[in-house]
Every structure is written in C-alpha cells, then in structure tokens.
T-cell receptor, first 113, second 118 residues
Framework: GQQLNQSPQSMFIQEGEDVSMNCTSS?????WLWYKQDPGEGPVLLIA?????ELTSNGRLTAQFGITRKDSFLNISASIPSDVGIYFC?????????????FGKGTLLTVNP | SAVISQKPSRDICQRGTSLTIQCQVD?????MFWYRQQPGQSLTLIATANQGSEATYESGFVIDKFPISRPNLTFSTLTVSNMSPEDSSIYLCSVGRGTVPSTGNEQFFGPGTRLTVL
C-alpha cells in the first residue's frame, strides 16, 4: 500500500526549543493532516491542509502543504512539556477511494523540562 | 468536530473468544471507519463502515474476522472474532463528514479500545 515516510522517528529536546518534523511521499496527496496522540488516547487533529503551498498555524504549531503535493512539515515553536506525545502525518490521495487516509509511522517527541 | 465515544475503553480477553466494540457519535456523520493500531505502530485502516450496506474492507482484513455493523448515521460496531494474542491492539473508530474530500472534511478519532488477548 501507499507509504508515507515520516521523520524523524523520535526527538528529545529541551523545553523552549523549536521542533520540526516532516512527511514525504512518492505520490501526490490532495490533503495533509497532522495529528497528536497522547498515551492512552486517540489521535487528535492539529492542523488540516488542503492546498499546495498552504501554510497554516494553530497556536505554536505551523504546518505547510508542500508545493509538489508530495510532502508536508510541522513545526512546533517554544516547546513545552505538554507537547510530549506521538505526532502523525496523514495524507489523502487524489482520485480513487479518495476519502481514505494513509498515515506516517509517527514522530515520538520528548520534551525535557 | 464530532464527539466520539467507544465502549469498552479496554478489555482483556481469552484466546478464541470474540469482543464487540461500540462507537457512538454525537451527530450524524456520513463516513465511519475502523482502524487498528498495534503496539508502538501507526494506524492501519481495517474497513469503512457503510450505513445500510456491507462494510468495505481493506486488503488483509476480512468480514469473518472483523464483522462490522452500521445501523444508522451515529453508531457502528466492530467485532474481533476468534481472537488470538496477535489481535492485541488499540482499535479506533473514526468519523468524517461528506463523501468527497473538501475543506472541512477532516477525520476525527474516538479514544480507542485497548484490547489484550491472552
């Protein structure tokens, strides 16, 4: 099946640092979504992107839909301890069964206070 | 966003038994999905729950093992049948509005059901 390459796999940072993670694909996507999953919880939608080049912010989070439509990144500025969790990218392809999402493998973020 | 609840939140089951997981949404939604998240892994789509018709299963998942019901636009069940330890996972219900992806047609997830099979 379609794969999304998400990196890095894990990050260990100090409180206050900025974080960047990204997802790439060999196929074109028409939607990119970023989720955060806390331990014992379901994924929570952070940001949704629908247009190539779109840059969207949600508080300290900023995500961009790549111009080629094959990649997306998520930045977190001035990290705080509650940013700890697993961040997943998800993409929706153009055409076919275009309601389905493909998920990346996740980025585990640890923030040291 | 929709408010999604799942029952049970967790269970420990014996090999060979079956467990039915319920998903309830606080508003009518067009699309309902069931995902599996194995320990330390990403999310894998099991099937799309279709209201009034048979679910659409992804490659590697079959109706006999994961029967799904969707009697209306706010409720669905997933049964994990004849369980083995390999079925130990988090099972997640997800919903989306609209049949064609468009702005605002995101997918939202329930809290998950944590299943352990002994």
């Amino acid at each position: 099946g379609q794969q999304l390459n998400q990196s890095p796999q894990s990050m260990f940072i100090q409180e206050g640092e900025d974080v960047s993670m990204n997802c790439t694909s060999s196929s074109i996507f028409n939607t990119w979504l970023w989720y955060k999953q806390d331990p014992g919880e379901g994924p929570v939608l952070l940001i949704a992107l629908y247009k190539a080049g779109e840059l969207t912010s949600n508080g300290r989070l900023t995500a961009q839909f790549g111009i080629t439509r094959k990649d997306s990144f998520l930045n977190i500025s001035a990290s705080i301890p509650s940013d700890v969790g697993i961040y997943f990218c998800a993409g929706r392809r153009s055409g076919g069964s275009n309601y389905k999402l493909t998920f990346g493998k996740g980025t585990l973020l640890t923030v040291n206070p | 966003s929709a408010v999604i609840s799942q029952k049970p939140s967790r269970d420990i089951c014996q090999r060979g038994t079956s467990l039915t997981i319920q998903c309830q949404v606080d508003s009518q939604v067009t699309m309902m999905f069931w995902y599996r998240q194995q320990p330390g892994q990403s999310l894998t789509l099991i099937a799309t729950a279709n209201q009034g018709s048979e679910a659409t299963y992804e490659s590697g998942f079959v109706i006999d093992k994961f029967p799904i019901s969707r009697p209306n636009l706010t409720f669905s069940t997933l049964t994990v049948s004849n369980m083995s330890p390999e079925d130990s996972s988090i099972y997640l219900c997800s919903v989306g509005r609209g049949t064609v992806p468009s702005t605002g047609n995101e997918q939202f997830f329930g809290p998950g059901t944590r299943l352990t099979v002994l």
